[in-house]
């Protein structure tokens, strides 16, 4: 059995509206290989806080079948960001990002 999702799975397990951390208001923030997605934006702001980049990020909302468009994996992908934490949370103990993690496949 494999562990490849269709675009409609993927769909489904994400919440209808999904928020991503953005300093310019278009582009995504992330730490290569790594993208963050939230559940809702009051979450993706509060994970940008105890990151501590030192950049002014904010959430911005779109629905989730957007974010599964070509484009926007054609950018991820160009971005070298292959992984997704989807509502990411930060171990107090040893500052280590830890979540459920969706895989990027590479396009062939």
Known sequence: MSDE???HQLIELLPPRIWYLTSNG???WCRRPYGFL???GQAA???AR???TGEQLFAIGLEASA???DAVLAGLRNSAVTRLFLDPAIDP???DVHGKILRL???T
Do not use: H
């Open 93 to 95: 103990d040893s500052g």
């Open 45 to 47: 702001e509060a994970f």
């Open 67 to 69: 974010l599964v468009s």
């Open 50 to 52: 105890a990151m501590g």
């Open 38 to 40: 939230f559940s809702d």
């Open 105 to 107: 496949a590479p396009l």
């Open 26 to 28: 278009q582009d995504m």
């Open 5 to 7: 999702l269709t675009v």
